[in-house]
């Protein structure tokens, strides 16, 4: 119903900056909190940043003045700029969605969607 893809991961040295961009599509008729989460192995997924429709937003304590997520409404997509990237930065990062659809002229609230993630990878 909703589909998520994630783009922008990669390599990077440490200090060096990054982009990750997230894009909804389907059949979706809002959006109401859009968010970055990242996961290492053996690890559980951790919050790093979200934002509400009304640009409501929250960063964990550790990404706080580093990582900024912004959204584009028109094109159902979030954004998360990371600069002064550290090694411990390093994880697969997914982007998530608050969604609701339109079906039979009923608006449904949808389960929460993910994307597939992006490996992001900070090294010298």
């Known amino acids: 119903q909703v589909q998520l893809v994630e783009s922008g991961g990669g390599l990077v040295q440490p200090g060096g900056s990054l982009t990750l961009s997230c894009a909804a599509s389907g059949n979706i008729f809002s959006i109401d909190a859009m968010g970055w989460y990242r996961q290492t192995p053996g690890t559980e997924r951790e919050l790093v940043a979200t934002i509400t429709k009304n640009s409501r937003i929250t960063y964990a304590d550790s990404v706080k003045g580093r990582f900024t997520i912004s959204r584009d409404n028109a094109k159902n997509a979030v954004i998360l700029q990371m600069t002064s990237l550290k090694p411990e930065d390093t994880a697969v990062y997914y982007c998530?969605?608050?969604?609701?659809?339109?079906?039979?002229?009923?608006?449904?609230?949808?389960?929460?969607?993910w994307g597939q993630g992006t490996q992001v990878t900070v090294s010298s």
């Open positions: 998530n969605a608050d969604t609701t659809s339109l079906y039979s002229g009923k608006i449904s609230r949808n389960s929460i969607s």
